[in-house]
């Protein structure tokens, strides 16, 4: 029954693993609002049921990753060493570099820097986007006033969360800026990121530093 069920798991993962990839090259090539499930389902060679069964909307294909991120997120601030302020971890999982700035095949970079820039010119995209930000905050600050102790009507928790998830969507849209320019030298790009980032979480650190340190 073990092996079964592992065997079951095992499928559905290569399943939606298959969808998500066949989703992302053709959004890549034709731009995400120009692709419809029923064609995604067809390159894939499976129902568009099936497509719905593992990623409710079209937006999923392309965001559905981003759960993991969330949650390595919070568990860097929740296991910080005693001492550290919140700014201080959100600052070292932020800067580390991930997705184009860390990929080591070319290849693989040239198809994240082509889903990066289909996803800066989908209005639908983006509007999906601010609602994941908007998600990753409120889970942020629900995270920062149970360490910081807040009461009712504390602000200062939305206020951190508000201010760290700002740093990391300006790092966003610089990327995208840097993209639209031409194909930027990953190494370098990585060097930027991180200088425009510790430069924003300095600028922070006079108001914020010791808030929230981990007692």
Avoid: C, W
Wanted: a neutral charge.
């Amino acid at each position: 029954m073990t092996a079964e069920l592992g065997l079951r798991e095992r499928k559905k993962q290569r399943t939606r693993r298959l969808l998500s990839d066949t989703a992302r090259r053709l959004f890549s090539e034709r731009g995400f609002e120009q692709v419809s499930i029923a064609e995604i389902a067809r390159e894939a060679e499976v129902s568009e049921q099936t497509v719905f069964n593992y990623f409710p909307s079209k937006e999923d294909l392309v965001y559905s990753g981003l759960e993991t991120f969330e949650e390595q997120l919070l568990a860097a601030i929740r296991d910080r060493p005693r001492g550290q302020p919140i700014i201080a971890s959100f600052g070292e999982f932020i800067l580390e570099p991930r997705g184009f700035l860390a990929v080591k095949d070319e290849a693989a970079a040239r198809e994240l820097m082509a889903a990066t820039r289909m996803i800066a010119a989908s209005p639908a995209l983006l509007a999906r986007e601010q609602q994941i930000f908007a998600r990753y905050t409120d889970a942020l600050a629900q995270l920062i006033a149970e360490e910081a102790g807040s009461g009712p009507g504390d602000l200062r928790p939305h206020v951190v969360a508000n201010a760290l998830i700002g740093v990391h969507r300006a790092l966003i849209s610089y990327v995208r800026e840097r993209f639209e320019s031409g194909e930027p030298d990953r190494r370098r790009l990585a060097r930027e990121v991180r200088q425009r980032g510790e430069a924003a979480l300095t600028l922070l650190t006079d108001g914020l530093g010791d808030y929230a340190a981990k007692p």
